[in-house]
Nanobody, 117 residues
Framework: QVQLVESGGGLVQTGGSLRVSCAAS????????MGWFRQAPGKEREFVAT????????YYASSVKGRFTISRDNAKNTVYLQMNSLKPEDTAVYYC??????????WGQGTQVTVSS
């Protein structure tokens, strides 16, 4: 079973950049498809990005495509989400998640990202 801990959230101005990280422990990260999700106040959690086990394939929500980049370093057991050109509507708690099959089975506790206008 894998444990996930996000870090790197914070307050940034509109147009700024931030990188959040997700450190895995208890299991080898390369065994998992990894994803980032976010949940804004009063809204449902939504998909942001996903990356294949090797890192060779990625997929993004249309709302972040071209601005966000998901990556992974399996040797460091860490997944990253680089966020550029941030907008106030990107404000949310960001969660990383790990999937062994089609469903995301393991979730981190989340890290807050706030974009000021």
């Amino acid at each position: 079973q894998v444990q996930l801990v996000e870090s790197g959230g914070g307050l940034v101005q509109t147009g700024g950049s931030l990188r959040v990280s997700c450190a895995a422990s208890g299991s080898t990260l390369s065994s998992y498809l990894m994803g980032w999700f976010r949940q804004a106040p009063g809204k449902e959690r939504e998909f942001v990005a996903t990356i294949s086990r090797s890192g060779g394939n990625t997929y993004y929500a249309s709302s972040v495509k071209g601005r966000f980049t998901i990556s992974r370093d399996n040797a460091k057991n860490t997944v990253y989400l680089q966020m550029n050109s941030l907008k106030p509507e990107d404000t949310a708690v960001y969660y990383c998640a790990a999937a062994t099959g089609v469903n995301y089975d393991y979730w981190g506790q989340g890290t807050q990202v706030t974009v000021s206008s």
